[in-house]
């Protein structure tokens, strides 16, 4: 079992950076992958990043691509993602995910995914 607790969501202006913290516990934390979705109103749940559990092999969706970094902390349990140049359509819950890392499946598909974290909602206003 994985407990993952996301927070460093807010409201912030159009072009503004914000950094998503999730701190996980209950397991070892090197052995997940670790993803991070996010679901705007009236919207499906979407891919945004994830990241494998060494650190090193980072994936992200097209839509923030270029002006995303995730990364994780094996020590510290967490992981993060930093968004910047936020636009309105950005808004949304973010959530972070794990999943066992040896599970053969593409990294952005979250039904793939074992553990949810409650969510954070991030708003940018323009």
């Known amino acids: 079992q994985v407990q993952l607790v996301e927070s460093g969501g807010g409201l912030v202006q159009a072009g503004g950076s914000l950094r998503l913290s999730c701190a996980a516990s209950g397991s070892t934390f090197s052995t997940y992958v670790m993803g991070w979705f996010r679901q705007a109103p009236g919207k499906e749940r979407e891919f945004v990043a994830a990241i494998n559990r060494h650190g090193d092999s980072p994936s992200y969706a097209d839509s923030v691509k270029g002006r995303s970094t995730v990364s994780r902390d094996n020590n510290k349990s967490t992981v993060y993602l930093e968004v910047n140049s936020l636009k309105p359509e950005d808004t949304a819950v973010y959530y972070c995910?794990?999943?066992?890392?040896?599970?053969?499946?593409?990294?952005?598909?979250?039904?793939?995914?074992?553990?949810w974290g409650q969510g954070t909602q991030v708003t940018v206003s323009s």
């Open positions: 995910a794990a999943r066992l890392a040896f599970k053969v499946a593409p990294i952005s598909s979250g039904g793939h995914y074992d553990y």
